[in-house]
């Protein structure tokens, strides 16, 4: 039963991934308990305004069960949660708790809501599926591909998967293709899984990656279709990404010279590494790389999966989630990755003696589009450095009207006192508004509002 004190504490810290303020119990709440259930689970108080002031609620006697009545009925599978009435300088607030819900996902009059930041999000269709298969630990990639027969791989990449494998020492693979791939679960019930054909088939599923070199946006110097296996497509992608990059000799007092490519190689290949790994192919769209002369970008179609968030990328101990296991399998052990969620660690690990570069990551049209862009850090001169730094959260708060100061930190990477005197340049030179509530407001660009985008 929620104390006095317990309230006070959740008002105080403000609503987040797990609490939500309502000031009267309706159908948005029901909607919130449902993305609370295909989450982490959470905490709504009915009774509570946005900004946190207790209004409190009128019930009756048999409200709180007439509540649970109206839950139960409108979720499918139906849930639970714990509801209690507590009294609050007079006035009544009611607490209704949901934990997370084992299997996912649960829906309202046929609608599927997730929990993301401070927000209900409706998930898509291909949302729907990957939380379902992810609540009974499923892969897509695992399944058995219809109408497909062992004819369909190639023998010669499946012997030199095996080689890889033994070499790299990780796992000890049979030398016969078929003994090994049944062992992997790469066959099944004498049928190639999606993961082997994605892998090894002789003639590659439509699966591309779409990379070019841009002088603008419109303004294409090169353009190429790569359609192979996975492992044969990362080769030839980053082949031509390091075609197009500008490489630097230098001497540090030996006889040999040393190359320093404006970009560190190994945190490209492992941003590519993770498009192709983590991407949703279930969705028919590409890989798309592009180079321009003072950025690369890499969008890789799907959103996060499991519940991860750009925030969480941002950290050390982030836990990996795998949309497509028996792929990430595959390229653990033949050492193309170092282990599970380690790629955005490793990556931050190279652009340390690139402090030129600034390196952002975002969910974008429906997937994740990482940037690498030159000049952006302060060592490429103060001025210089500001001033791209500055133009960058400009940038992002145009592209993600409202965003809140702790994500832009997160996904920049930069100190709070820095982002701080960044936001004040901008604001002071009026190109954005900060709208809402301190604890619940974010940022939006004065454009947006002037021109009628963002009511004001």
Same mark, same amino acid.
């Given at each position: ?114 929990? !993301? ?99 603008? /946006? ?28 500008? !490489? ?106 690139? /402090? ?21 850090? !302060? ?21 993600? /009207? ?52 963002? /009511?004001?």
């Amino acid at each position: 039963m929620a104390t006095v004190i317990d309230m006070n504490r959740l008002i105080e810290s403000g609503e987040s991934q797990t609490v939500e303020f309502k000031t009267s119990f309706y159908r948005e709440t029901i909607e919130t308990l449902v993305a609370f259930a295909n989450a982490q689970g959470g905490t709504v108080l009915v009774g509570v305004a946005d900004d946190g002031l207790v209004k409190g609620v009128t019930i009756g006697k048999e409200s709180l069960n007439d509540w649970l009545s109206q839950i139960k009925s409108a979720t499918s599978p139906s849930i639970i949660p714990d509801i209690d009435a507590v009294t609050m300088g007079g006035k009544t607030v009611v607490t209704i708790c949901i934990n997370e819900y084992p299997v996912k996902p649960v829906n309202t009059k046929g609608k599927y809501y997730k929990r !993301v930041a401070t927000s209900n999000h409706q998930l898509t269709l291909s949302e729907i599926t990957d939380l379902y298969m992810q609540s009974l630990q499923l892969s897509w990639d695992s399944y058995e591909a219809p109408r497909q027969s062992l004819d369909a791989l190639s023998v010669t990449k499946i012997e030199k998967f095996i080689d890889q494998v033994n070499q790299g020492g990780r796992f000890s693979l049979d030398n016969s293709p078929l003994l090994a791939l049944e062992k992997l679960k790469y066959v099944v019930n004498g049928r190639p899984t999606w993961a082997s054909l994605l892998l090894f088939a002789g003639e590659a599923l439509r699966h591309h990656i779409h990379i070019g070199r841009f002088k603008t /946006p419109t303004m294409i110097l090169d353009d190429r279709q790569i359609t192979d296996t996975l492992f044969e497509a990362v080769d030839q992608a980053m082949k031509f990404i390091v075609s197009y990059i500008s !490489v630097a000799f230098t001497f540090d007092g030996s006889l040999q010279r040393k190359e320093r490519f404006a970009y560190p190689l190994p945190a490209l290949r492992e941003a590519l590494l993770n498009a192709v790994v983590h991407r949703d192919y279930a969705n028919s769209s590409d890989i798309q790389i592009k180079i321009f002369d003072d950025r690369i970008t890499i969008f890789s179609p799907g959103k996060l999966y499991g519940g991860l968030s750009i925030a969480d990328l941002s950290t050390d101990h982030y836990q990996s989630r795998l949309r497509n296991k028996l792929i990430a399998e595959a390229f653990y052990l033949t050492k193309n990755i170092e282990k599970y969620g380690s790629g955005f660690i490793r990556i931050r690990k190279e652009l340390e003696v690139y /402090p030129e570069i600034v390196f952002t990551v975002e969910e974008i049209g429906g997937g994740v589009l990482v940037t690498f862009r030159l000049g952006g850090g !302060v060592s490429g001169g103060v001025s210089g450095g500001v001033s791209g730094g500055v133009d960058e959260i400009l940038n992002y708060i145009r592209m993600k /009207p409202g965003v809140k100061r702790g994500e832009i930190a997160v996904t920049f990477n930069i100190r709070q006192r820095t982002l701080e005197r960044w936001l004040k340049r901008l604001k002071d030179e009026k190109k954005v508004i900060f709208k809402g509530a301190p604890k619940t407001g974010g940022y939006f660009a004065a454009e947006a509002i002037n021109d009628g985008q963002v /009511p004001r």
